[in-house]
C-alpha cells in the first residue's frame, strides 16, 4: 500500500477536485509544498484588533450549508473566492465525515486560507475529534459516497480514503497541522477561548501551546508520517482521543447545563483558569444544543457557567436537521446568527456533486 503513495498523491494534479477547480492547477491555491499549511504555530493567541470574527460550528461534510453561510457573511464570491479582506474565519472542529462532501469542505477551506492570508485575512480550521479519528483509520462515521470522491488515491474507494488521511498527502498534512485551542483577543470587548470539545483536568498539566503541539505530534504518528511522541508526551497520552480530551470531553458542558457534576473541574477552577488566560468565555461545538432545548439554538448562557460558556453546535450539517449557523464578533459585540436551509444544491455544491460523483440527476438528488 504504502509503496504507491507517491505516485497516487501524483493523482491530486490529475483529478479535478472538489470546488470546480483543481485546487493544484489554480494560482494561489496551496499545494503539497505550501509552507502556509505546514508551519508550525507556537501561540495560540490570535489578536485580532478590530477585525470581525465569524466562527462556524461543526459542518460535518456538509458543503451546501458551508456555502450558504459563507455566501450569506459574505466572506467568499460565487466561484468560492475569499472576498472576507481582513476578517477572521474560524472552524470549531469536525469539518468531515457523516456528509458525502468533506473533500470539498477541506478544499474550500484550504483555498480560503492561503487566499485569506493573501489579504490580510485568517482563516483558522481547529481539529475536532473527526479529524483525529480518520487520522487513525477509524471510518464509522464516513459514508460510502464520501468515500468515493477518494477513489483516486487508491486501487478502490475504500483504500482511496484511507490513504488520502495517511502519510505526506496534503490532506493527512492539512490536518496534523491544525491546531486544538486558540484564543481570540480583540482591541476591546471580551476575549475567547475556542475549543472542539471542552476543558477538562488536563488544563493543569499542558499550556493550551503544549495541547496543539501534542495533540499534532500524535496525529503525525497515527499517519504514519511520524515518530512516536516522547515519554514526556505520556500523560498527554491519556487525553489525546478518549473522552477526557480537549477533542471529546462533554463533562464541562454538561456540568454547565447542569446534566450530571463535573469531577474534572470545579466552576471556580474554570473561572481561574480563563481569568490567567485573559479569557472571558469558552466556544465549544462538538455537543448538539439540542440536547438540551428543542429550538436549536447556541446557548449563551448556563444555568451553572453562565456566560462563560458558549454551546455554538446548532447541528448544522443535515444529517443533524439542526439550524445554519455562525457565531459573529464584531466592534465588541457578539452576535449569533442564523440561515434559512436550502432545498437544492448550491452552485459550488452542485458543482463538487457533478464533479465527484456523477450527473446529479442519477443520485435522486435534484
Not at 34 to 43: A, E, N, T
Not at 312 to 339: F, H, M, N, P
Request: contains cysteine.
Amino acid at each position: 500500500m504504502w509503496a504507491g503513495l507517491a505516485d497516487r498523491l501524483k493523482g491530486i494534479v490529475r483529478f479535478s477536485l472538489c470546488i470546480g477547480v483543481c485546487l493544484i492547477n489554480v494560482n494561489g491555491i496551496p499545494t503539497i509544498a505550501d509552507d502556509r499549511l505546514v508551519s508550525p504555530m507556537d501561540d495560540f493567541r490570535i489578536r485580532i484588533g478590530s477585525r470581525r470574527v465569524v466562527i462556524v460550528p461543526d459542518i460535518h461534510g456538509d458543503l451546501n450549508a458551508l456555502e450558504v453561510i459563507l455566501k450569506s457573511e459574505k466572506l467568499i464570491d460565487a466561484e468560492g473566492n475569499w472576498v472576507g479582506e481582513s476578517d477572521v474565519l474560524v472552524f470549531l472542529g469536525d469539518l468531515i465525515d457523516r456528509e458525502p462532501y468533506s473533500r470539498g469542505v477541506m478544499d474550500l477551506v484550504m483555498r480560503l486560507q492561503s487566499q485569506a492570508a493573501d489579504r490580510g485575512g485568517h482563516v483558522e480550521a481547529l481539529l475536532g475529534n473527526h479529524e483525529l479519528m480518520v487520522s487513525k483509520g477509524d471510518d464509522r462515521y464516513v459514508s460510502k459516497l464520501e468515500k468515493r470522491s477518494f477513489r483516486d488515491y487508491g486501487d478502490d474507494f475504500i483504500e482511496g480514503h484511507l490513504m488520502a488521511y495517511s502519510g505526506d498527502s496534503i490532506y493527512s498534512r492539512w490536518i496534523a497541522n491544525r491546531r486544538t485551542m486558540i484564543q481570540i483577543i480583540p482591541d476591546t470587548g471580551k476575549s475567547f477561548l475556542l475549543v472542539h470539545a471542552g476543558l477538562g483536568r488536563w488544563i493543569f498539566n499542558f499550556t493550551p501551546d503544549e495541547v496543539n503541539q501534542g495533540l499534532q505530534e500524535w496525529i503525525r504518528y497515527y499517519q504514519g508520517a511520524g515518530e512516536r511522541p516522547s515519554n514526556k508526551k505520556s500523560v498527554l497520552a491519556a487525553i489525546r482521543d478518549n473522552e477526557f480530551g480537549p477533542l471529546w470531553d462533554r463533562k464541562m458542558v454538561n456540568f454547565a447545563m447542569s446534566r450530571e457534576p463535573n469531577p474534572e473541574l470545579s466552576r471556580e477552577e474554570i473561572f481561574v483558569y480563563l481569568k490567567e488566560l485573559g479569557a472571558d468565555a469558552v466556544i465549544v461545538g462538538h455537543t448538539p444544543t439540542n440536547d438540551f432545548i428543542e429550538d436549536r439554538r447556541m446557548i449563551r448562557q448556563t444555568p451553572n457557567l453562565g456566560r462563560r460558556l458558549i454551546l455554538a453546535d446548532t447541528g448544522v450539517a443535515s444529517y443533524y436537521g439542526g439550524r445554519l449557523s455562525s457565531l459573529v464578533i464584531e466592534g465588541g459585540k457578539v452576535q449569533a446568527r442564523y440561515y434559512r436551509r436550502p432545498s437544492f444544491l448550491m452552485p459550488l455544491t452542485k458543482r463538487v456533486h457533478e464533479q465527484c460523483f456523477g450527473p446529479f440527476r442519477k443520485l435522486g438528488l435534484s
